[in-house]
Every structure is written in structure tokens, then in C-alpha cells.
């Protein structure tokens, strides 16, 4: 299958680079075609703006990002750094996005990244969200670093759990968009663990990657699960994410 790896840190000696290079290496070896945009290394502008549009704007007198995205995208006049990217996520059968946690979030030229290419247009549009997401039939996954322990992104750890600290990019960017999301792959903070515990979790990492297929998918409520008001239905027991009932 087409992979892309959307790797974001600055540092190439960085745990989360040697993250990278294993899921190159790995996901090569088992007979994938592996792309990388390592977006520190090209210097990606994370900042959308009036610049992602390379033709006449749809409307020269005030500036809706949504809304000229998609006139950019369907006449693709959308910017060439943008063009690009979008290339990679239409070829990618499994995206795989690289990053330390910053602020219980991605990095900033990350979600800049995801702010100027998944445009309006192209990586949804109205109608085509969550079961009916664009990407459907994609898979994506986060392998992200933390700077604390795996206790304190424990349910009850002060940090909060990981699943509902990683919320937004699961629900809010990747399945809002179409893509079956695998549970994230996460290390906690690796600058502590020493040399043999850094390697353990390279090897797991390793298998991890190694069934893609085999691996469960995150949980998300179907479409059916919903009413009119897009709440879920009396008696449909919340299961996913920061969901609950009430």
C-alpha cells in the first residue's frame, strides 16, 4: 500500500526521528511505498492565509478561508506547496502522522499543515463528514512522544487520558474526514527511559507497524447512533472519546 508519514520535529536526532526512520524502514521492508513530508526539514509555512490561493480570489473583498479553498481546489489554483501535500494524501492508502506532544496538541507547523491541506474542497465538504468522510477507506494513526509518564496520561492521571487528550486529531481531523483511525502508538517520555527502554519501544513500535491490518480500530459512534440534533439517541450508551451521556 501507499504510505505517507507526516513527520513533524524539529530535530532529526530527536527519539521522534528515530521513530520515523523505523517506520520507513519497517513498513519498506514488509513491501510498502513509503513517503515522508517532513515538514521542519522543508520548511512548511503552517500559516493559512490569502497566500494559499495562486489565482483570482472568489471574493477579492473579504477572505473565507472555507470558501476559497474549495473555488481554489475545484479550480485548482490552490498553492503549490499546498498542491502538493493534497498529491500525497490522495495517494496514501495509510497516513501516519509523527510528532511530539506539545501543549496536549500537535505542533504548530503540524496543525498549520493540517489547516491549509485538509482544505475545504478537497478533504471535506458539506454532507461528506464521519462515516460519509472523504477519505473513507483510508487508515491513519498518530506515533507521537510525551514528556511525562504513561501514569500521568492515565485516565485518572492529572494529564488526562491520552485517548481524550488526543480527541481533537482522532474525531475532530481524521475521522471528521473519512479515515479509519488505529489506536496511537505513543512514548512516553523516552529522554527518561534509558537506553534499553528507548529500544523496547522501538521493537514494539516495529510490531505495531508490522499489522497495520491486525490491529482494531478505534471506536466511533455510526451515523445511526445520532438524532436529528446530532446527539446520540436515548439509551445509546456513549463509548467513544470525551462522550458521555447526560
Do not use: C
Not at 39 to 47: D, E, I, Q, S, W
Not at 137 to 147: H, Y
Amino acid at each position: 500500500m501507499n504510505v505517507l508519514i507526516v513527520y513533524a520535529h524539529p530535530e532529526a536526532k530527536s527519539f521522534n526521528g528515530a521513530m520515523k526512520d523505523l517506520a520507513v524502514e519497517t513498513l519498506t521492508r514488509a513491501g510498502h511505498d513509503v513517503v515522508v513530508s517532513d515538514l521542519y526539514a522543508t520548511g512548511f509555512n503552517p500559516v493559512a492565509g490569502p497566500g494559499d490561493i495562486s489565482g483570482e480570489r472568489n471574493d477579492p473583498d473579504f477572505f473565507s478561508l472555507p470558501r476559497e479553498q474549495t473555488a481554489a481546489y475545484e479550480a485548482g489554483a490552490l498553492s503549490a506547496d499546498i498542491s502538493a501535500e493534497i498529491e500525497k494524501l490522495k495517494r496514501a492508502d495509510f497516513v501516519l502522522f509523527q510528532f511530539p506532544v506539545w501543549w496536549f496538541g500537535m505542533p504548530a507547523i503540524l496543525k498549520g499543515w493540517a489547516d491549509r491541506v485538509f482544505a475545504r474542497g478537497f478533504a471535506y465538504l458539506p454532507g461528506r463528514k464521519y462515516d460519509t468522510g472523504i477519505f473513507r477507506g483510508k487508515v491513519a494513526m498518530v506515533a507521537a512522544t510525551t514528556g511525562t509518564s504513561a501514569d500521568t496520561y492515565a485516565p485518572d492521571g492529572i494529564d488526562g487520558d491520552i485517548l481524550t487528550v488526543l480527541w481533537p486529531i482522532h474525531n475532530g481531523l481524521l475521522r471528521y474526514s473519512g479515515f479509519d483511525v488505529l489506536p496511537p502508538f505513543v512514548a512516553h517520555m523516552p529522554g527518561r527511559v534509558g537506553d534499553d527502554g528507548r529500544k523496547a519501544y522501538l521493537e514494539a513500535y516495529s510490531k505495531r507497524l508490522e499489522d497495520i491490518d491486525g490491529t482494531p480500530r478505534l471506536f466511533f459512534h455510526p451515523a445511526e447512533d445520532y438524532g436529528k440534533n446530532e446527539r446520540l439517541k436515548p439509551g445509546v450508551l456513549a463509548r467513544s472519546g470525551v462522550q458521555r451521556n447526560v
